[in-house]
């Protein structure tokens, strides 16, 4: 038995009466210890946060509503002179889902950090296993999609070199797994030390993350040959995103109507602000601008804590666990729906009502393709 045995555990009970006098202690014999108060009960485990399942769910289908916006602005080459309707549809709609990439830098650090995190290396190994190989399997499934429709910008080879590195073609979406993944190994490594364990193998990668770009860069300029970028890493931004979202979901925020619209137009008066500036200033605004991360946490705080009916838990808690798949496959999606249907001379209400289908259809493509392949056991496979 531990020490912490003794001081959770109550003493055993005596069978014997107690004996009580009113006679003070004779010299030479111990006082009766007082009586301790008893301990704090061992800390709960926190139960499901179905408000983060709906953030999940959200920041999903935010990151298709841009990437729908993308193919409208793609097909006026980034200029409203070739075609104002559909350069304002892209660029409404991608201005509307830039708070989705933040949102999941800041779900991971709260999941590793407070929601769950790994209780040794080998759990944290499990979990990036989930991660990198429906990645890996997705990238090939793109390559070979790509030379299918003969859209591929390099040959196959030299494409498959470089996403092992870091650099992300033709799935351009699938660059975010390449910050999240050594993120999320950080933040763990840091868990695990906290805890007193001593992750070698993980200090060992991430030093491989750290030293990655020179070394890659030495193996150039020593061989000659040109080697691929390498881009397993993370900026700070995304760090301090991560950090931030497990303090913020961490939060019991005030309850109320009132507080939550106030945090729901503090979001709206952000996403116009992001669209001022992406169409006026810069497109495409940096996630480590100030107007992006106000949005990210004004939506945060919109949904934190927001309560769930019961009947909608089940529905809720298995769609978005489809979120990942989903986010895998839904540029494939959109890409096959959008080709014949988005150019440059679409009017006004075209634009807009092509926008809204296009979004509508892939996101239901996208979550039920990744429902039917994890109802047929893919899931470790196909995310």
Known sequence: ????????????????????????????????????????????????????????????????????????????????????AAYWAGMTADAISRFAVPMYFAIAGWAVLVGAPPRDGWRLAQRMVRIVVPMAVWTVVYLLWGRLRETNEDPLRNLAVDAAFGTVRPAYHLWYLYAYVPIVLLLGFVVLLRAGRRPWWLGAVLLGFALGPGLMADAGRATGWGTPSFGWGFGVYSLVYAAGGAL??????????????????????????????????????????????????????????????????????RIAGAAFGAYLVHLMVIRTL???????????????????????????LSFGAALLWQRLGLRRLLG
Not at 2 to 28: E, L
């Open 248 to 317: 913020l979901f961490s939060l019991r925020p005030h309850r109320g109507r009132g507080v939550r619209a106030l945090w729901l137009g503090a979001a709206t008066a952000a996403m116009l602000g992001v669209l001022v500036y992406q169409t006026q200033v810069s497109y495409v605004i940096p996630n480590a601008h100030v107007l992006v991360a106000v949005f990210t946490g004004a939506v945060l705080l919109t949904l934190t804590r927001v309560r769930v009916p019961e009947r909608w838990r089940p529905h809720l808690k």
């Open 1 to 84: 038995m531990t020490v912490s045995d003794v001081t959770r555990r109550p003493a055993a009970a005596s069978t014997s009466p107690p004996q009580h006098t009113d006679s003070p202690p004779k010299h030479g014999d111990a006082a009766p210890a007082p009586e301790r108060a008893p301990g704090p009960a061992p800390a709960r485990r926190p139960g499901h946060r179905y408000d983060v399942d709906v953030i999940r769910l959200l920041c999903a289908c935010g990151v298709i509503l841009g990437h729908t916006g993308s193919e409208f602005i793609n097909a006026v080459g980034r200029q409203e002179a070739n075609g104002a």
């Open 338 to 364: 959008a080709d014949p249907l988005v150019s440059a001379d679409l009017g006004g209400a075209e634009a807009a009502g092509l926008t809204a289908v296009i979004w509508a259809a892939s996101v239901v």
